[in-house]
């Protein structure tokens, strides 16, 4: 069976690799046994309100895997990691004969017990912050000034850990949750280090033009030892904002999937199945998005 593709071969949906034992099939990765280790590849899928949209985005899969590995590399003395390697040649056996549906958008990595926590940084008022803050001037317990508007800029980034609900929607959950669900000193390490992380790259980021306003990282053990897993700072586990264009008071303009946001509400779909098709104009703007955010943060092209 070949692969599921769409428009041309640049947009994969769906890999298909006989012989390789399949785990799960997310949003947008396709997980798959790969001995003791784990293989990730992301595709081109895209969802919008909790659904995984027909059509898929030109490259998607490339960008996030690729800013994922920059962001490993630059973070390499910050946390431990589940990365091993994304050379094609030094995958076992046989996946080497899927090249050509694993160069650029995959990752050999260590298996690991993954924290049902949703690790969030925030450092500026922004979707379910913002949204929360206006309800009591307060986000995941944490006090804030009075004032604020939307897009603000915080005194300090705050930890603002989420949990899975039933739904599939993140619930943001106050610190001393964490504390009941993981412990106290595990709940204080990770907050530690989601604060070090976003601040570095935060900081690394506004000097390429970009700002950070918010971001979630996904941690696990691999053994003993505490892992950053999954995808790190990309579109779609991140607000990246254009620092040139950046003024509070309302919602920024971003490089993520805003063009599929706006489009299906633009044709008031109802958010139930099946989820529409997105026409070329989208596709490429999304696609343009994504692909912008990654030449400004690693001054490379894809």
Known sequence: MTPTTQMDSEVLLRTEMPGVELLSRGKVRDNYAAGDNLLIVATDRISAFDYILPTGIPGKGRVLTELSLFWFDFLRDVAPMHFLTAAVDEYPEPLGRYRNQLEGRSMLVRRAEMLQIECVARGYLAGSG????????SVCGIRLPPGLVEGDRLPEPIFTPA???????????????????????????LRELTLEIYGRAARYAESRGIVVADTKFEFGFAGDELVLADEVLTPDSSRFWPKASYQAGGAQPSYDKQYVRDYLESIQWNKQPPAPALPPEVVRGTSEKYHEAFRALTGRTL
Request: aromatic share 8%; glycine share 12%.
């Open 163 to 189: 949990t899975k609900a039933q739904s599939g929607h993140d619930e943001n959950i106050p610190f001393e949750t964490v504390e009941q669900l993981v412990g106290a000193k595990l709940a204080g390490r």
């Open 130 to 137: 913002w949204k929360e803050y206006r309800a009591g001037s």
